[in-house]
């Protein structure tokens, strides 16, 4: 049974950092395209990192472009998101998500992903 636990949020203030990663388990998704969504109450999943099979390129969206760096341990079968000047707007649940086989570092949609965990809590309080 395939199984993504993410891990890593938590309150943070303004400017701070954090890591999340994003563990699977159940099958090995080292050539498949990662990806990282996030979720506020009352508002669509939306796209915030996706990083290609190989781990080669990544695509980032514009919100957090420069900030956040998505990065991939084939070995470990885990994915990473680190987070750095936090802003309050980033305040989410954060989910990680499997990609296409074999897909490249594209601003994904929740349409586009496979597996999902179940989320973590980032809480940037200003």
């Known amino acids: 049974q395939v199984q993504l636990v993410e891990s890593g949020g938590g309150l943070v203030q303004a400017g701070d950092s954090l890591r999340l990663s994003c563990a699977a388990s159940?099958?090995?998704?080292?050539?498949?395209?990662m990806g990282w969504f996030r979720q506020t109450p009352g508002k669509e999943r939306e796209f915030v990192a996706a990083?290609?099979?190989?781990?080669?390129?990544?695509y980032y969206a514009d919100s957090v472009k420069g900030r956040f760096t998505i990065s991939r341990d084939n070995a470990k079968n885990t994915v990473y998101l680190q987070m750095n000047s936090l802003k309050p707007e980033d305040t989410a649940v954060y989910y990680c998500?499997?990609?296409?086989?074999?897909?490249?570092?594209?601003?994904?949609?929740?349409?586009?992903?496979?597996?999902w965990g179940k989320g973590t809590l980032v809480t940037v309080s200003s």
């Open positions: 990083i290609s099979w190989g781990g080669g390129s990544t």
């Open positions: 998500a499997v990609g296409p086989k074999y897909g490249g570092h594209f601003h994904y949609t929740p349409s586009d992903m496979n597996y």
């Open positions: 159940g099958r090995t998704f080292s050539s498949y395209a």
